[in-house]
């Protein structure tokens, strides 16, 4: 039977969970926090929160902007989500090959893997026309409203699918495909062209192109992407280049995780 969390853990194990309550509540749309946002948000007593806070600190899991007063995630936490991305072997594989893409096209280079219903961004690269300020890295994304997502799910049997994007698609901007019969269409194109594209399903004046990245299985583990402004994909002139390059270093990186087209055939 299910217990509620930390109602029958220690005070250590209670301390740890509730610590990790206040990390959580830094997100994309809150990078910075007061101590009285976090009390509301998590429900927990104003000391309580302070203590806490303090502690994470002092540990340089938090940083506190003394000009503001407000708190942010600290060094420690992104010394731990680059150890975590270094021990991945997708990354390892792919980092240098979506970096030289960046610098080669000018474009951003993307990879991804799925985790659950959602693509988790593992690499980020942007070359000098990808027009973006920010990383990726960390951030997680639709599957059935991007190009990567689309090459992620592209092999999953329609059933399994379906259950993991439930009924409802939602929808990002006009083009967004919202229901299950047309994105099986384009899943099928996937699968018959060997890679997927995205004009503007997420975001207005943006376009992607991606292609699916194999373990030694092969088995869809990964998507690389080139991405950026529809002037600079310029899909019309490039599409069938782009593919081709995308395709070539996607498929290096399956080489470098054990993948083998015709093992894979035999």
Known sequence: ???????????????????LSLLSEFTEAHPQRRVSELVEATGLGQSTVSRLVGALVALGFLAYDQRSGLYGIGPKVITLA????????????????????????????????????ELFYLCHFEGRAAGRSSTLVGRRGPLH????????ISELPKAELKDLLGDDLARYTPH???????????LREVRERGYALEVEELAFGRACLAAPV?????????A??????LSAMDLAAREES?????????DQIS????????????
């Open 1 to 19: 039977m299910a217990r509620a969390v930390g109602r029958e853990a220690g005070p250590g194990t209670q301390s740890v969970e509730r610590a």
């Open 82 to 117: 680059g150890i975590g991305l270094n021990e991945l072997p997708v990354h390892q594989q792919s980092r240098q090959v979506a970096q030289n893409l960046a610098a080669d096209l000018n474009l951003g280079a993307n990879v991804a893997e799925r985790r659950g219903a």
């Open 145 to 152: 409203a991007t190009a990567m997502g689309k090459a992620l």
């Open 176 to 186: 967004t495909v919202t229901d299950h019969t047309a994105l099986d269409k384009l």
């Open 214 to 222: 194999r373990d030694r299985t092969g088995a869809i583990v990964a």
């Open 224 to 229: 690389l992407s080139v991405s950026g402004p």
């Open 242 to 250: 782009l593919a081709m390059q995308v395709i070539e270093q996607a």
């Open 255 to 266: 080489s470098g995780l054990g993948y083998h087209a015709s093992a894979a055939v035999s």
